[in-house]
C-alpha cells in the first residue's frame, strides 16, 4: 500500500494544479468556475477519498489470529480496538486537512459556505468509519476488497442518482436526500446549490452524516467486543 | 486455578466441534489430549473468551471469560499452534514492547536463553513455524497474567527448547492449560488431564487414576514380541498385559527398547 500512499497525493496534487489553472484563468465566468469545483469534487469523492481509506485500512486490518496475538500481548480486547481506531483517524487526519484545505480555497470564490468544507472532511471520516467495522471480517484481502467495493460503489450511487435525477429534473426529498447527504454530503450540498433540487437543508443533511459517522465508530467499538474468533 | 465445564457445547454450522463437554480440574496445570480435530482448540478458544458456547457454560476461577471478554484477557494470555501473521512487525518490536511491562526474568529467558534475540531483526510474517511459536510464548509467559493458555506448544520447537521451556514453566510455577497430541507431554507437566475425542470427554482425572496394575507401555524394536498380550498399539508403541519381571527380561534381551507404566495413551 505504500505505493498508493505517494501516488494518490501526487495524481491528486498535480490534477487539481491543472483544474485550478482553468479555474483561476482570466475571464473564467462563474458558473463555469461552479462546474469545474463540481468536477473536483467527484473526483476527491469517487476516486481519491476512498482510495485514501483503503490506504488506511491496509494499516489497520488484521488477520484473526494477529488480533488475538495483540489482544493477548496486550492484555485487552478494547485497547486493541481503540488502537485500531485512532491509528486510523491519525493516518487519515493530514489528509483530511488537506482536502479541507483546497475545498475552502476553491469554494471561496464561488462564494459557497462552510458546508462543503465540513461534507468533505465528514464524507472522509464516515467512509474510514465504515472500513474500520469492515475491518473485523477475518481476512486481511477480503476486508481490503470488500472495502474497496463499498468505498468507491456507494459515493459513486450517489453521483449516479443526481445524473438520473438532473435529466428528469425531479427533487430529491425524504429519506433520498438524508441518505445522499451521509453517503456523499459534498458533492449533494454542491448538487443542492447548483440545482436547487434537494429539499433537504445542508444543515440537517450534514447532521445525519455526522451522526452516521459517530454511530459507525460505536459500532466497531461493539462489534469488536463481541466477534468470535477461533484460534 | 479452578476450571469448570458443565455441558459445554459449540457448533460451527452443522459441525459440533464440542458435545457435552463436562470436568473440573482443580489443579495449576491441566493437559487437554486428543488427536487433531478433537475439539481442543476450540475449547481453548472459549477459556479465552474468543468464542462463545453454543450451549453449556466454562468457568475459569468462577467466570466465564467469553462474557467478562476484558477481565479474561488481562488474567490469561494464549499461544495457538499456526498463527498467520501479517504485518510487517519486527520480533524486537515485540521484545521493546514487552520490555515496557512485562517480566524480565522471563523476557531474558527468551531473549538470551533460548535465542530469539539471534532473528530479532525478522518480521513475523518470515519467521519459521518453530521462530513463530518461541515469539508467542515469549509473548505470553512475559506478560504477567494468572493462566497461559498454550495450544501445542511445542509442536514446532526444537527438541532442546521443548526440555528447556517446560523446566521453565515447573521452575516459575506457572497456571497453564495446553493441548498437545503427544501423551509424554501431557504427562510431564500436567497435574489433570481432560482426554477428548471427535468433541466428546472420553476420560478426565489425574495421573494416579490412570494407574491399573499389569498394564504397560512398551517400546518396541520392530514387531511386538510373540507371548505378549498387545492390547493396542500406536506405531512404536504397544500398550501390553504382561508383568514387570517379564518385561524387564526381554528389555534385558534386547526385544523391547524400554517399557513405563500405562498413562493417558490408554485412551487414545
Given at each position: 500500500m505504500f505505493p498508493l500512499e505517494v501516488i494518490t497525493p501526487f495524481i491528486a496534487v498535480s490534477l487539481f494544479v491543472e483544474l485550478l489553472i482553468y479555474y483561476f484563468a482570466?475571464?473564467?465566468?462563474s458558473d463555469l468556475r461552479m462546474q469545474i469545483f463540481g468536477g473536483l469534487l467527484m473526483l476527491m469523492t469517487l476516486f481519491f477519498n476512498p482510495a485514501y481509506v483503503i490506504s488506511g485500512l491496509a494499516h489497520v486490518a488484521r488477520s484473526a489470529d494477529m488480533t488475538v496475538f495483540e489482544a493477548s500481548m496486550f492484555g485487552s480486547w478494547r485497547d486493541v480496538a481503540v488502537a485500531r481506531t485512532l491509528s486510523l483517524l491519525i493516518y487519515m487526519t493530514p489528509y483530511a486537512i488537506m482536502q479541507a484545505v483546497v475545498t475552502y480555497l476553491v469554494s471561496s470564490l464561488c462564494l459557497l459556505g462552510p458546508y462543503v468544507i465540513m461534507g468533505v472532511v465528514l464524507s472522509i471520516y464516515l467512509y474510514s468509519g465504515i472500513a474500520l467495522s469492515l475491518s473485523?471480517?477475518?481476512?486481511r484481502t477480503a476486508t481490503i476488497l470488500t472495502s474497496a467495493l463499498a468505498l468507491f460503489m456507494a459515493p459513486i450511487s450517489v453521483a449516479i442518482l443526481f445524473l438520473n435525477y438532473g435529466t428528469f429534473h425531479a427533487k430529491l426529498s425524504g429519506v433520498v436526500a438524508v441518505m445522499t447527504y451521509v453517503l456523499n454530503p459534498s458533492l449533494t450540498y454542491w448538487y443542492a446549490i447548483t440545482?436547487?433540487?434537494?429539499?433537504?437543508s445542508p444543515s440537517l443533511g450534514l447532521m445525519a452524516c455526522a451522526f452516521v459517522m459517530v454511530a459507525m465508530y460505536v459500532v466497531f467499538l461493539k462489534w469488536f467486543d463481541r466477534v468470535e474468533i477461533k484460534v | 486455578m479452578m476450571l469448570q465445564a458443565v455441558n459445554l457445547t459449540k457448533r460451527f454450522g452443522r459441525v459440533v466441534?464440542?458435545?457435552?463437554v463436562s470436568f473440573e480440574a482443580d489443579a495449576g496445570r491441566v493437559a487437554i489430549i486428543g488427536q487433531n480435530g478433537s475439539g481442543k482448540s476450540t475449547l481453548l478458544s472459549i477459556m479465552f473468551g474468543a468464542l462463545r458456547p453454543t450451549e453449556g457454560v466454562l468457568r475459569v476461577d468462577g467466570y466465564e471469560p467469553y462474557k467478562l471478554r476484558e477481565r479474561a484477557s488481562k488474567d490469561m494470555s494464549i499461544v495457538f499452534e499456526r498463527p498467520t501473521f501479517d504485518i510487517s512487525v519486527r520480533v524486537r518490536d515485540v521484545y521493546e514492547v514487552l520490555s515496557g511491562y512485562g517480566d524480565s526474568d522471563c523476557l531474558s529467558f527468551f531473549w538470551e536463553g533460548l535465542g530469539v534475540r539471534d532473528f530479532r531483526n525478522t518480521a513475523l510474517p518470515d519467521l519459521s513455524s518453530g521462530e513463530k511459536q518461541l515469539v508467542q510464548l515469549m509473548q505470553a509467559f512475559c506478560r504477567e497474567s494468572r493462566l497461559k493458555i498454550l495450544d501445542e506448544p511445542f509442536s514446532h520447537v526444537d527438541v532442546r527448547h521443548v526440555g528447556l521451556i517446560g523446566d521453565y514453566i515447573l521452575r516459575r510455577g506457572f497456571s497453564v492449560v495446553f493441548t498437545t497430541h503427544v501423551p509424554e507431554e501431557a504427562e510431564w507437566l500436567g497435574e489433570y488431564f481432560v482426554m477428548l475425542r471427535d468433541g466428546e470427554v472420553v476420560w478426565h482425572g489425574g495421573?494416579?487414576?490412570l494407574e491399573r496394575e499389569g498394564v504397560y507401555e512398551v517400546y518396541l524394536r520392530g514387531e511386538p514380541p510373540e507371548g505378549v498380550e498387545v492390547l493396542a498399539k500406536f506405531g512404536y508403541v504397544a500398550i501390553v498385559r504382561s508383568d514387570y519381571d517379564e518385561l524387564v527380561e526381554l528389555v534385558r534381551r534386547g526385544r523391547v527398547r524400554g517399557f513405563r507404566r500405562l498413562g493417558v495413551r490408554r485412551y487414545f
Amino acid at each position: 500500500m505504500f505505493p498508493l500512499e505517494v501516488i494518490t497525493p501526487f495524481i491528486a496534487v498535480s490534477l487539481f494544479v491543472e483544474l485550478l489553472i482553468y479555474y483561476f484563468a482570466e475571464g473564467s465566468p462563474s458558473d463555469l468556475r461552479m462546474q469545474i469545483f463540481g468536477g473536483l469534487l467527484m473526483l476527491m469523492t469517487l476516486f481519491f477519498n476512498p482510495a485514501y481509506v483503503i490506504s488506511g485500512l491496509a494499516h489497520v486490518a488484521r488477520s484473526a489470529d494477529m488480533t488475538v496475538f495483540e489482544a493477548s500481548m496486550f492484555g485487552s480486547w478494547r485497547d486493541v480496538a481503540v488502537a485500531r481506531t485512532l491509528s486510523l483517524l491519525i493516518y487519515m487526519t493530514p489528509y483530511a486537512i488537506m482536502q479541507a484545505v483546497v475545498t475552502y480555497l476553491v469554494s471561496s470564490l464561488c462564494l459557497l459556505g462552510p458546508y462543503v468544507i465540513m461534507g468533505v472532511v465528514l464524507s472522509i471520516y464516515l467512509y474510514s468509519g465504515i472500513a474500520l467495522s469492515l475491518s473485523l471480517i477475518r481476512s486481511r484481502t477480503a476486508t481490503i476488497l470488500t472495502s474497496a467495493l463499498a468505498l468507491f460503489m456507494a459515493p459513486i450511487s450517489v453521483a449516479i442518482l443526481f445524473l438520473n435525477y438532473g435529466t428528469f429534473h425531479a427533487k430529491l426529498s425524504g429519506v433520498v436526500a438524508v441518505m445522499t447527504y451521509v453517503l456523499n454530503p459534498s458533492l449533494t450540498y454542491w448538487y443542492a446549490i447548483t440545482t436547487n433540487s434537494v429539499t433537504v437543508s445542508p444543515s440537517l443533511g450534514l447532521m445525519a452524516c455526522a451522526f452516521v459517522m459517530v454511530a459507525m465508530y460505536v459500532v466497531f467499538l461493539k462489534w469488536f467486543d463481541r466477534v468470535e474468533i477461533k484460534v | 486455578m479452578m476450571l469448570q465445564a458443565v455441558n459445554l457445547t459449540k457448533r460451527f454450522g452443522r459441525v459440533v466441534a464440542l458435545r457435552n463437554v463436562s470436568f473440573e480440574a482443580d489443579a495449576g496445570r491441566v493437559a487437554i489430549i486428543g488427536q487433531n480435530g478433537s475439539g481442543k482448540s476450540t475449547l481453548l478458544s472459549i477459556m479465552f473468551g474468543a468464542l462463545r458456547p453454543t450451549e453449556g457454560v466454562l468457568r475459569v476461577d468462577g467466570y466465564e471469560p467469553y462474557k467478562l471478554r476484558e477481565r479474561a484477557s488481562k488474567d490469561m494470555s494464549i499461544v495457538f499452534e499456526r498463527p498467520t501473521f501479517d504485518i510487517s512487525v519486527r520480533v524486537r518490536d515485540v521484545y521493546e514492547v514487552l520490555s515496557g511491562y512485562g517480566d524480565s526474568d522471563c523476557l531474558s529467558f527468551f531473549w538470551e536463553g533460548l535465542g530469539v534475540r539471534d532473528f530479532r531483526n525478522t518480521a513475523l510474517p518470515d519467521l519459521s513455524s518453530g521462530e513463530k511459536q518461541l515469539v508467542q510464548l515469549m509473548q505470553a509467559f512475559c506478560r504477567e497474567s494468572r493462566l497461559k493458555i498454550l495450544d501445542e506448544p511445542f509442536s514446532h520447537v526444537d527438541v532442546r527448547h521443548v526440555g528447556l521451556i517446560g523446566d521453565y514453566i515447573l521452575r516459575r510455577g506457572f497456571s497453564v492449560v495446553f493441548t498437545t497430541h503427544v501423551p509424554e507431554e501431557a504427562e510431564w507437566l500436567g497435574e489433570y488431564f481432560v482426554m477428548l475425542r471427535d468433541g466428546e470427554v472420553v476420560w478426565h482425572g489425574g495421573l494416579s487414576d490412570l494407574e491399573r496394575e499389569g498394564v504397560y507401555e512398551v517400546y518396541l524394536r520392530g514387531e511386538p514380541p510373540e507371548g505378549v498380550e498387545v492390547l493396542a498399539k500406536f506405531g512404536y508403541v504397544a500398550i501390553v498385559r504382561s508383568d514387570y519381571d517379564e518385561l524387564v527380561e526381554l528389555v534385558r534381551r534386547g526385544r523391547v527398547r524400554g517399557f513405563r507404566r500405562l498413562g493417558v495413551r490408554r485412551y487414545f
